[in-house]
């Protein structure tokens, strides 16, 4: 049997949610999976409701279609909580993972008919503290690998210095700050 | 041994394109195809490859100075989608019909009326009749094989045809996936040189390209193209089976995946193939025998061995991500049930137009079309051969 993980994120143009799901998807290729990533596409704007999707599996990947029945939801941006329904079909044993400074018990109210486990970070502060600036898609990506346990942690730090490394060849100087971010959000979430 | 990556469809074009490194690419961006020159152009500057980039103000320019290069004796590529290949339209004829093995990478996207980026097949559909091959991908990995493939088909000899390779626009274009790549050296070495035999910058050989053709020659030469075409037939087969002695991944006019003992199938083209093997294989677990068969070459239309593979089944659903509003059904279901006629006992057929402007296909929605297939060939009455999939009415 596979081990077929599904992973939606919301987020909203120009967060870079797309972005952190290509990441993940990155990510789980390096460490040996089968993997998805997609956006779904519509008008692009800055602002709007934006969803990017992951598989990661043991097995090769065949369905192309999105996801509506998810192990995992990431929302990059708390203001999407009154507008999408971000749990519809999210998985009673799987869990809900929001960027925002609330703790769980204050956002609560805003995630109704959904009884799985709830996760805040504040992606925000921490993108600020590592980065100088608010890219919440690292934080977010660190925060759904713990939570999620897709991959080995230290593996997953691995590949992501990896892909850090190639993908800021120019700009080596941001990469300590993109592993510290991740580093950091994955002891955060977890408590 | 191939190698391990991960990369959209868009980016498994454009490294087709770096390990073949083609004389010439003309191209004008258009979303979702605008990636293929995008990255393409990186690799020109980077000086991977040595090809003439041409930017161009149009698609329709674009097509023509593929046909000039071509013409000229050098091998051109490029890409498009959806209003691109539309503009290109005239001269898709003129590239065909002047026997010019260009390739061109089509990434399905609706044509505008409304206006829609998503994927849907009413471009590629829109230019079945102008002469070209055509070959359709589930995925990323297949949209790389065929784009490698079609050098070798469309440049040989008893061909001399352009080819397109199309893949579904965001769906496989844009998504992640992962792929085996071959080794640059293999598959340099396995479309080879192109050598044509008859090319305008041959000094010792002057031809003509484009000439005035009269109703003395005209019919002649429209049957000489299509007897390229029916040779296209042998000549794909072959490619394919050579691909997969050097690839490990086989090529045929289409896939016939649990097909042997199947007693329903759907026929469907691109990515919602690779949903309804899913879908095959839950339902083949219940005990239910249902069947796909993907069809890969559209142009020329594998008309007999579809029916020699769908001659067994007692229903048949054929999918179309495109309404070319004869009133009849879509157009692979047209020609589909056209080829089961002559069958003795031929199977009851349904159209499905789905999918339209990127409407999402979901398994459950594959689902739903077995049943319904299961349940005529138990004897319940067909009803409307001509349906629309999960459509508002």
Same mark, same amino acid.
């Given at each position: 049997?596979?081990?077929?993980?599904?992973?939606?994120?919301?987020?909203?143009?120009?967060?870079?949610?797309?972005?952190?799901?290509?990441?993940?998807?990155?990510?789980?290729?390096?460490?040996?999976? @089968?993997?998805?990533?997609?956006?779904? @596409?519509?008008?692009?704007?800055?602002?709007?409701?934006?969803?990017?999707?992951?598989?990661?599996?043991?097995?090769?990947?065949?369905?192309?279609?999105?996801?509506?029945?998810?192990?995992?939801?990431?929302?990059?941006?708390?203001?999407?909580?009154?507008?999408?329904?971000?749990?519809?079909?999210?998985?009673?044993?799987?869990?809900?993972?929001?960027?925002?400074?609330?703790?769980?018990?204050?956002?609560?109210?805003?995630?109704?008919? @959904?009884?799985?486990?709830?996760?805040?970070?504040?992606?925000?502060?921490?993108?600020?503290?590592?980065?100088?600036?608010?890219?919440?898609?690292?934080?977010?990506?660190?925060?759904?690998?713990?939570?999620?346990?897709?991959?080995?942690? =230290?593996?997953?730090?691995?590949?992501?210095?990896?892909?850090?490394?190639? =993908?800021?060849?120019?700009?080596?100087?941001?990469?300590?700050?993109?592993?510290?971010?991740? =580093?950091?959000?994955?002891?955060?979430?977890? =408590? | 041994?191939?190698?391990? *990556?991960?990369?959209?469809?868009?980016?498994?074009?454009?490294?087709?394109?770096? &390990?073949?490194?083609?004389?010439?690419?003309?191209?004008?961006?258009?979303?979702?195809?605008?990636?293929?020159?995008?990255?393409? +152009?990186?690799?020109?500057?980077?000086? #991977?490859?040595?090809?003439?980039?041409?930017?161009?103000?149009?698609?329709?320019?674009?097509?023509?100075?593929?046909?000039? +290069?071509?013409?000229?004796?050098?091998?051109?590529?490029?890409?498009?989608?959806?209003?691109?290949?539309?503009?290109?339209? #005239?001269?898709?004829?003129?590239?065909?019909?002047?026997?010019?093995?260009?390739?061109? %990478?089509?990434?399905?996207? %609706?044509?505008?009326?409304?206006?829609?980026?998503?994927?849907?097949?009413?471009?590629?559909?829109?230019?079945?009749?102008?002469?070209?091959? /055509?070959?359709?991908?589930?995925?990323?990995?297949?949209?790389?094989?065929?784009?490698? &493939?079609?050098?070798?088909?469309?440049?040989?000899?008893?061909?001399?045809?352009?080819?397109?390779?199309? /893949?579904?626009?965001?769906?496989?274009?844009?998504?992640?996936?992962?792929? $085996?790549?071959?080794?640059?050296?293999?598959?340099?070495?396995?479309?080879?040189?192109?050598?044509? $035999?008859?090319?305008?910058?041959?000094?010792?050989?002057?031809?003509?390209?484009?000439?005035?053709?009269?109703?003395?020659?005209?019919?002649?030469?429209?049957? &000489? /193209?299509?007897?390229?075409?029916?040779?296209?037939?042998?000549?794909?087969?072959?490619?394919?089976? #050579?691909?997969?002695?050097?690839?490990?991944?086989?090529?045929?006019?289409?896939?016939?995946?649990?097909?042997?003992?199947?007693?329903?199938?759907?026929?469907?083209?691109?990515? !919602?193939?690779?949903?309804?093997?899913?879908?095959?294989?839950?339902?083949?677990?219940?005990?239910?025998?249902?069947?796909?068969?993907?069809?890969?070459?559209?142009?020329?239309?594998?008309?007999?061995?579809?029916? /020699?593979?769908?001659?067994?089944?007692?229903?048949? %659903?054929?999918? *179309?991500?495109?309404?070319?509003?004869? !009133?009849?059904?879509?157009?692979?279901?047209?020609?589909?049930? !056209?080829?089961?006629? *002559?069958?003795?006992?031929?199977?009851?057929?349904?159209?499905?137009?789905?999918?339209?402007?990127?409407?999402?296909?979901? !398994?459950?929605?594959?689902?739903?079309?077995?049943?319904?297939?299961?349940?005529?060939?138990?004897?319940?009455?067909?009803? #409307?051969?001509?349906?629309?999939?999960?459509?508002? $009415?």
């Amino acid at each position: 049997m596979s081990n077929l993980t599904e992973i939606r994120w919301h987020g909203r143009g120009g967060q870079g949610a797309k972005t952190a799901s290509l990441l993940l998807a990155d990510a789980a290729f390096n460490t040996g999976n @089968y993997v998805q990533g997609f956006p779904e @596409y519509g008008p692009e704007r800055m602002g709007a409701p934006i969803t990017a999707y992951n598989r990661i599996s043991s097995a090769p990947l065949r369905v192309h279609s999105n996801i509506y029945e998810p192990d995992f939801v990431v929302v990059v941006d708390e203001t999407l909580l009154s507008t999408v329904d971000v749990t519809a079909g999210l998985k009673a044993e799987g869990a809900i993972i929001i960027n925002t400074p609330k703790s769980v018990d204050e956002i609560k109210s805003k995630i109704r008919g @959904y009884s799985g486990r709830m996760f805040t970070i504040d992606a925000r502060k921490i993108s600020e503290e590592t980065l100088g600036r608010n890219f919440p898609n690292t934080p977010m990506l660190g925060a759904v690998v713990k939570v999620s346990g897709v991959m080995e942690e =230290k593996a997953f730090l691995d590949a992501m210095e990896g892909s850090f490394k190639h =993908k800021f060849a120019t700009k080596p100087e941001v990469i300590s700050g993109n592993m510290a971010a991740l =580093k950091e959000a994955m002891q955060e979430v977890a =408590k | 041994m191939g190698i391990r *990556d991960r990369l959209s469809g868009n980016e498994a074009i454009a490294n087709a394109m770096k &390990q073949i490194n083609p004389d010439v690419m003309p191209a004008f961006p258009i979303t979702p195809s605008t990636e293929i020159p995008q990255y393409f +152009s990186q690799f020109v500057a980077n000086g #991977e490859v040595d090809t003439e980039f041409v930017t161009v103000e149009s698609e329709h320019s674009a097509m023509s100075a593929c046909i000039g +290069s071509e013409a000229a004796g050098a091998r051109t590529v490029t890409a498009t989608s959806s209003a691109g290949l539309a503009l290109m339209h #005239e001269v898709l004829y003129v590239a065909a019909s002047s026997r010019l093995p260009i390739t061109l %990478a089509c990434v399905n996207r %609706a044509l505008t009326g409304p206006i829609n980026i998503n994927a849907d097949h009413g471009d590629s559909m829109g230019a079945r009749d102008s002469g070209w091959i /055509q070959i359709y991908s589930e995925n990323n990995q297949e949209a790389y094989d065929n784009f490698i &493939q079609a050098f070798r088909i469309g440049e040989h000899p008893d061909v001399q045809l352009p080819v397109m390779v199309c /893949q579904d626009g965001f769906i496989t274009s844009h998504g992640v996936e992962n792929i $085996e790549l071959i080794e640059t050296e293999k598959v340099k070495n396995f479309v080879g040189d192109y050598c044509p $035999e008859n090319y305008m910058l041959n000094p010792n050989e002057t031809i003509a390209h484009g000439p005035y053709d009269s109703p003395v020659y005209y019919m002649e030469h429209k049957r &000489q /193209q299509l007897e390229a075409m029916k040779n296209a037939k042998e000549v794909i087969l072959s490619v394919g089976k #050579e691909f997969g002695e050097m690839s490990g991944r086989f090529y045929d006019f289409f896939e016939a995946y649990k097909l042997e003992d199947a007693e329903v199938a759907i026929v469907v083209l691109n990515s !919602t193939a690779g949903t309804a093997k899913d879908v095959v294989d839950a339902m083949r677990e219940e005990g239910k025998k249902v069947g796909l068969l993907k069809l890969r070459i559209f142009r020329p239309f594998p008309g007999e061995e579809i029916a /020699q593979a769908l001659k067994n089944v007692k229903a048949v %659903a054929v999918m *179309d991500r495109h309404e070319g509003f004869s !009133t009849i059904g879509g157009p692979v279901f047209s020609e589909v049930r !056209t080829v089961l006629y *002559d069958l003795p006992n031929p199977p009851k057929t349904i159209s499905y137009v789905y999918g339209l402007g990127g409407r999402d296909v979901r !398994t459950i929605h594959i689902e739903s079309i077995y049943n319904e297939l299961l349940a005529v060939k138990d004897g319940k009455d067909q009803g #409307e051969a001509y349906r629309y999939l999960g459509v508002r $009415e």
